[in-house]
Structure formats: structure tokens, C-alpha cells
């Protein structure tokens, strides 16, 4: 494996790299300048920005022949939080997206293909392997005259902000309006939820799925929209 990242190090993986490449905007004539394993570290680094449970960071990649391929580090997962690894997988599916918008980004062709079982991403147990693999994404070289670095800006400027809940703080007026005008497009929406009762009952869903007992019967996810359906109709 090697790491996408400078800083992360696994000290129970022979040969591991880490890539020194900063994630700097990359023109299209100084990433085709590069050489192939650079290239895909590149957009690796892009699907490390990703959002994962608890900022674990479970992915690992390898290079190949026809592009990276996508590992679970199962001895990341936190089994209190996670599991079943429904969460993990659901992070993982983001490290895969954010690869291949970069990508495309560039013009390139990404071609996801799955390679592991949903079972995989559970917490690892002793006598288990502690990596499993997850997903292929073949990388063809496209047309570097297609070039969309909006949606590498977006990526890099992604932020988490760990901090103690203030609800006497508001969204200012800005900030409001700014999200109401990136939601005007076909097939998005966008509802902003101040009020408690409205917080108190959504968050009351979230409670639901994320029960142990009822992973089964609704991700989280649904409970939400549905929630939100319900406030809609009100």
C-alpha cells in the first residue's frame, strides 16, 4: 500500500510510501508531465480529503497497471461506532467519488468496479485479515481540454468543524443566502432547519437508525428524507 497523505503512517504494513505530493492545483500539462504512479497519487490525495466516520481514514490504495484500487484497513474501524461497517462503507463510497470527479476533472475516464463484499468493511476480528479489498477504479487519460477545476476547488476547501454544539448561535444572514443560491438547480433542494422542534424531531430519526437493533430496517439516511418529507407536508 502507500499512503495519500503526508503524515499518515502504518507501521503494520511493509513498504508503505508516502506520497510527498502537495494538493496544490495541478495545471493539465504539469499533471500529464508526471509519471504514472504520480498521477494516481494525485488523485488519491483527493480521495483521502473525503469525508470518513470519525476521520478514521480507512482507505489504502495500491497502484496498478490500470489505476488504483481501494482497501479497507479494518483495524480503523471503531466497532462501538461502527458495527456493521455500514458507515465505513458509506465513507469509502465518498474516497471513491471524490477520485473520480478529480478525475474527470482532467478529462480522464474512471471506471469503478467492485471488488469486495459489504462484510468486509466490519471492524477486523482476531484471525480475520486485517485488509480487505473494496472497489477498482481503472484511470484512462482523456481530453486535456476538458479541464473543470471548480470542482477540484471544492474538494481542497472542504472543512470539519470539531467544536461543542452553541445553539444560540445562527447562521448569519450571508451564509444562508449563499447556500440557498448553490441549491438552485435542477433536482436539488435545500431545507435549513432552525427551529427545535423541527431539530428535536429530525434528530429523533437519526437516533432511530443509527439503534443497533434497526440497522435492518432503515438507514439513516431514508429516516431523515423522510423527516424532512413529513416537516414539508406540515
Not at 482507505?59 to 496498478?64: P, S
Request: charged share 25%; glycine share 6%.
Amino acid at each position: 500500500f502507500f499512503q495519500a497523505e503526508d503524515g499518515i503512517r502504518d507501521i503494520g504494513v511493509t513498504g508503505v510510501q508516502t506520497c510527498a505530493l502537495p494538493i496544490s492545483l495541478f495545471e493539465p500539462d504539469a499533471l500529464a508531465a508526471l509519471d504514472r504512479p504520480a498521477q494516481l497519487a494525485y488523485f488519491a490525495r483527493h480521495g483521502v480529503l473525503a469525508p470518513t466516520p470519525h476521520n478514521a481514514v480507512p482507505e489504502r490504495f495500491r497502484c496498478t497497471d490500470r489505476g488504483l484500487e481501494l482497501w479497507v484497513d479494518r483495524a480503523s474501524i471503531l466497532p462501538a461506532a461502527d458495527p456493521e461497517g455500514r458507515q465505513t462503507g458509506i465513507g469509502l463510497g465518498c474516497v471513491a467519488a471524490n477520485i473520480r470527479l478529480a478525475a474527470e476533472a482532467y478529462g480522464w475516464e474512471a471506471r469503478p468496479r467492485v471488488t469486495g463484499l459489504t462484510r468486509e468493511c466490519r471492524p477486523v476480528a482476531p484471525g480475520e485479515p486485517r485488509y480487505a479489498p473494496v472497489m477498482e477504479l481503472a484511470l484512462v487519460p482523456g481530453e486535456r481540454a476538458r479541464f473543470e477545476p471548480a470542482i477540484l476547488t471544492a474538494i481542497r476547501e472542504r472543512r470539519i468543524v470539531r467544536a461543542e454544539l452553541d445553539e444560540r448561535v445562527a447562521l448569519d444572514p450571508e451564509t444562508t443566502a449563499a447556500l440557498r443560491a448553490a441549491a438552485v438547480r435542477p433536482g436539488l433542494d435545500i431545507h435549513i432547519l432552525t427551529d427545535r422542534p423541527s431539530l428535536h424531531f429530525v434528530g429523533k430519526f437519526q437516533e432511530v437508525a443509527e439503534d443497533r437493533k434497526s440497522t435492518r430496517l432503515n438507514s439513516s439516511h431514508a429516516n431523515i428524507s423522510y423527516a424532512v418529507f413529513c416537516l414539508k407536508k406540515k
